[in-house]
């Protein structure tokens, strides 16, 4: 179903399901670990780009940046919830920071893997 509606949403454009894909993978791992993120997408993003005949190496490298950039939430990492206490950080305080941060680091990643590999196979 992850797939399919990234698919639907990129209209078959690849730097737009790489896009999508790492928006995906950013939000789930905002609430899960980034481990557990990682492990989850892979086989999804393989079988997505397998079906549409693309690279899978530019979107293993997006899955591996996306899983790793947990900075929006104090739950995404436990570095984010070990600080949160001592540092006397809000919920709120992760979201100001991290999610420019997570939009800066996303587009950084998305564009220097378009600039870099190829996304079609």
């Known amino acids: 179903m992850i797939a399919e509606q ?3 949403l990129s209209g078959g454009e690849a730097w737009l399901i790489l896009l999508l894909t790492y ?5 789930l791992t905002e609430v ?3 481990n ?26 997006a899955i591996m940046m996306a899983a790793s950039a947990s900075f929006a939430t104090p739950i995404g990492y436990q570095t984010n919830l070990m600080v949160q206490g001592p ?6 305080d992760f979201l100001k920071v991290g999610v420019p941060m997570n939009i800066v680091i996303g587009l950084t ?10 996304l079609k196979a």
Not at 40 to 58: Q, R, Y
């Open 6 to 8: 990234v698919v639907s």
């Open 23 to 27: 928006i995906t993978i950013s939000m």
């Open 36 to 61: 557990a993120a990682a492990v989850l997408m892979l086989p999804i993003v393989l079988d997505m780009t397998e079906k549409a005949s693309l690279n899978p190496e530019p979107f293993v490298f």
């Open 87 to 92: 540092g006397n950080y809000r919920f709120s």
């Open 109 to 118: 990643t998305v564009a220097v893997i378009c600039i870099i590999y190829p």
């Open 32 to 34: 899960i670990s980034n």
